[in-house]
């Protein structure tokens, strides 16, 4: 019969004492999460899945190291790994190049329409992950740090080794490319 | 941000995508494969500090099964009853699980097996009579092994011819189980020709002897739970008849290879500095000349185009093209004739053959999964206006929809990302269906 844990900090304690069941249990709350995270950033279902698993593994290994601070924490932190063991990742397989990146003319970048956000709940899953997934890997990086997973364009611009503006820039193409996929799905479909 | 993107935000990061049943059991495997790594790494750690105990613990890693030795190691491929469930799901009601303990934790009752360490001290005080002689360990041997482990079998190797001892012989100890023969430890003869094999476990094996020159022999013998020393006695090489004669490995790299009417040049055969272009190597090859004018000769006939994989890609200002490009991207260059164009689409040959260069670049397959692939193309390109899927689409002749994945490999010092207006390099289109 396993143990369980009732609140989240019941959880970290016991990872932080690897017991057992509390990893069993981290793994059953969070291991979908971390997935859906993954996907966003490796596009490669097999992939996607070993780098959550790797990540787990890690997480599990130095649950020493986190210190809890109110509900939600233990969410936030396993998401850091993960997107940072994404990035490296992402990096080792030399899709993703890293860019000193200097944006030479300004491209009008900007639609004056922005998306209805109504009716952007509308739009199934399925269609939103197409759009993420077929921005170029460094645009869908960019935009998953910055909009998605709440990095701030210095952490992005420190992780990627890109400049501040590069980072900034580079969100201000996804975000084009974004609305307009989004527009377009939105006329398409009539709503 | 924008309204719609906190709607993206919200809706992206509460988001958790379906698993396969069977990932906590590769989680599971993973993590066991994981836990061993790092436990081998600290007892590695600890033989290094201290030296003494160094071989006691390099022992104890290689002797006891890593599932008994440590108590925290409560990983296994347990049974279905103990696969979590996802969060989602209905099943998991954390107060009933609370209440009722049915089971006792299965984990506990398993390690409670004794540790071993003792058993392996006891081992290692025992006076090792010749310690010259290298023992090997089997791989991953049984715990039976530790009661058992004084069987040892004895021998010694001679000449057939000149009943001199062989100095230096192998020995190779097999296991015969059933079917099958398992290679179970080695050692090598002393001075004398003698050889101890010891760790070993009741039961029937071969010993098999190789020395160069000689014919290797077998020999079959059974170790019996009595007798701790089983000696196979002299065991006797016969000189092989054959003599071995001279062998030179010599490699060179083949400058021009001439296949049919193609000449073909291996760019590693000519060393060009780190960085230099392509053009430069092309003037390193023997027969090829380029004009100031940008106009390319091979052995005096005039190049009307340049092919990348046998492909047209580069428009009439070759000798630009050559100077955007670095050599060590390349791998081989050919110079052929090639039909014109007009025999290519009548199928006629018109006898208007023109001399082409085609530059060889090595081809990379990503994903990995060749097989799914139809097609995949490398290029090179140098980017004068944005591009986009469908422009290779179009330059490859193929439907966007195929077009599975493009990379840009770096070149040059304008790097930006792939299908920027200026950015350049190499890149892979790989396609399929």
Known sequence: ?????????????????????????????????????????????????????????????????????????????????????????????????????????????????EPDAESVKEIP??????????????????????????????EIAGKLGITE??????????????????????????L | MKDWEDIIKERQSGRKAELPESDWN??????????????????????????????????????VPFNTDVPDNQVSQNEPSEQPVIADSVDANPVDSVMIPVN???????????????????????????????????????VEQLVAQNHSVTGAIYDFDSSEPLYSAAVMIYQVDGADTIYIGGSGTNDNGEFIISDLEPGNYIANTRFAGFDDTYRNFTISPVDSMTDLG????????????????????????MINDTVMFNSAAYKVPEGASVEDMVRKLPGVEIADDGSITVNGKAVSRILVNGKEFFDDNKQKELNQLTAEMIEKVKAYEKQSDLSRQTG????????????GFPMIVLNGQIADIDESRLATCNFRRTVRKRDLARLLGIPVRNIRSVNVYDAGAGRKIWGEKGAQGVISVVAGK
């Not at chain 1, 995270?37 to 097999?46: F, T, V």
Request: charged share 30%; proline share 5%; net charge neutral.
């Open chain 2, 26 to 63: 590769d989680f599971l495997s993973r993590k066991a494969a994981h836990d061993l790594s790092v436990r081998r790494r600290h007892r590695i750690l600890a033989a290094a500090i201290s030296i003494p105990a160094a071989a006691a613990v390099l022992l104890l890693l290689f002797l």
């Open chain 2, 104 to 142: 006792p934790e299965p984990e506990k009752t398993v390690i409670i097996a004794p540790k071993p360490v003792k058993k392996i001290y006891a081992q290692d005080k025992q006076p090792e009579p010749q310690p010259e002689i290298t023992v090997e360990i089997p791989a991953e041997p049984q």
């Open chain 2, 348 to 359: 006629i040959d018109d006898g208007m053959e023109e001399l082409v260069l085609d530059l």
């Open chain 1, 165 to 190: 503006r590069g980072s900034t820039s580079i969100m201000a193409k996804a975000r084009a490319s974004v609305k307009k996929a989004i527009l377009s799905y939105l006329n398409k479909t009539g």
């Open chain 2, 234 to 257: 002299k065991i006797t090489m016969r000189g092989d008849q054959g003599m071995l004669s001279e062998l030179a490995v010599s490699a060179v790299v083949a400058k021009v290879q």
């Open chain 1, 1 to 113: 019969m396993r143990k369980t844990f009732l609140t989240e900090q019941d959880l970290a304690l016991g990872c932080a004492r690897k017991e057992r069941d509390a990893q069993g249990e981290l793994y059953a709350r969070y291991a979908a999460g971390l997935f859906a995270l993954s996907l966003r950033y490796i596009e490669n279902r097999e992939d996607a899945r070993d780098l959550m698993h790797d990540a787990m593994i890690k997480a599990m290994d130095n649950f020493k190291s986190f210190k809890y601070s109110g509900e939600g924490s233990v969410w936030a932190w396993l998401s850091r790994i993960t997107v940072n063991m994404a990035i490296d990742r992402l990096k080792e397989n030399s899709r993703f190049r890293q860019i000193p990146l200097e944006m030479v003319g300004g491209e009008e970048l900007e639609d004056a329409m």
């Open chain 1, 125 to 154: 899953d399925s269609v939103l992950d197409g759009i993420i997934a077929e921005l170029p890997p460094v645009k869908r990086v960019v935009f998953n740090m910055y909009c998605i997973d709440g990095f701030s364009h210095k």
